[in-house]
């Protein structure tokens, strides 16, 4: 989407929150392989033309409008509900938040960050139970190093989870191993037996061919070799949440996941949903925020759902 702005270069794949990017920029290899990773999370972005929802209407990704009880039932015959968002953006966190509590209201629901790796799940633990503050589980979650973006942007669905007692679930590895599969790829990364997940499953071609096209325009002399760990590093994020997420359905017969992850792992389902197919995991919905006014109709199949947010 044009009229969004890049992340910063030190984000998302590149396994370095915002806090640390002044601090790197003098490194212009590594910041190039970082601004690449970024560039590609946004240009799985559905593409919009011209019709778009008007704000806090729902339309589907032919862009008819769909009544908030239609999306609800739509919410309730899937086991699964990715939830996309512009990181750190009130209204997409706040439509998340609606959106979870509609379908908490109606059974057991489990809320998936793509935001904290799992070494953070103590924390979400005693946050739900009532048994940290704010400042305390920001401490001991290390937000701050791990994700970076602003917290308060995020507050309505921790705030939620806390009020209803909704578990929370980190989704995410350790950033140092995605670091790692950039450098090496994955199978040379995995090779000592530690990896925090399994292989990811082949990229679908349109995707590989896409992020092998903005690895090539951040780096014009990039070998084949360097464009296979680039594509390996950005689907470690996709498995990793992908099997969290089978994983928490196991673990919680009967309940929805809710997950809430940045709109590239969503749209056109080749990020997350691709890997929870991989892995068996039937009925994916997949839903997108987006500005009104901005053109919004999407491409055939970005999403199965977008929803006008301010």
């Given at each position: ?258 997950a809430i992850m940045g709109w590239g792992h969503v749209a056109d389902g080749h990020g997350v949903a691709h890997q929870l197919k991989a892995l068996g995991a039937p009925l994916v919905l997949t839903a997108i925020p987006v500005k009104p006014g901005e053109g919004c109709e999407p491409k055939a199949g970005a999403a199965d759902l977008l929803f006008g947010a301010e």
């Amino acid at each position: 989407m044009p009229s969004i702005p890049p992340k910063p270069p030190c984000c998302w794949a590149s396994a370095d929150p915002p806090s640390r990017c002044a601090s790197r920029r003098n490194k212009r290899p590594a910041m190039l392989y970082r601004l690449a990773l970024s560039a590609a999370l946004l240009a799985t972005t559905p593409a919009f033309a011209a019709t778009c929802p008007a704000p806090g209407q729902w339309i589907d990704a032919a862009g008819s409008p769909v009544s908030a009880s239609a999306v609800l039932d739509k919410a309730l015959a899937a086991q699964t509900v990715l939830l996309g968002e512009r990181h750190a953006t009130p209204a997409h966190h706040q439509w998340q938040a609606d959106t979870i509590a509609a379908l908490a209201a109606k059974g057991p629901v489990v809320i998936g960050l793509e935001q904290l790796p799992r070494e953070a799940q103590p924390a979400l633990d005693r946050w739900v139970a009532g048994e940290l503050d704010e400042a305390a589980f920001l401490s001991e979650s290390k937000w701050a190093e791990r994700w970076g973006h602003d917290f308060t942007a995020y507050r309505p669905v921790f705030e939620l989870a806390r009020a209803r007692k909704i578990p929370m679930k980190a989704l995410n590895v350790d950033r140092a191993f995605v670091r790692k599969v950039g450098r090496e790829g994955f199978d040379k990364a995995a090779a000592d037996g530690k990896s925090p997940i399994s292989k990811p499953a082949a990229a679908d071609p349109a995707y590989a061919a896409k992020l092998a096209d903005t690895f090539r325009e951040h780096m014009r002399e990039a070998s084949p070799e360097a464009i296979a760990r680039f594509i390996d590093a950005q689907q470690v994020w996709d498995r990793a949440m992908a099997e969290a997420i089978v994983t928490a359905l196991r673990d919680n017969p009967g309940a929805h996941v809710a997950a809430i992850m940045g709109w590239g792992h969503v749209a056109d389902g080749h990020g997350v949903a691709h890997q929870l197919k991989a892995l068996g995991a039937p009925l994916v919905l997949t839903a997108i925020p987006v500005k009104p006014g901005e053109g919004c109709e999407p491409k055939a199949g970005a999403a199965d759902l977008l929803f006008g947010a301010e």
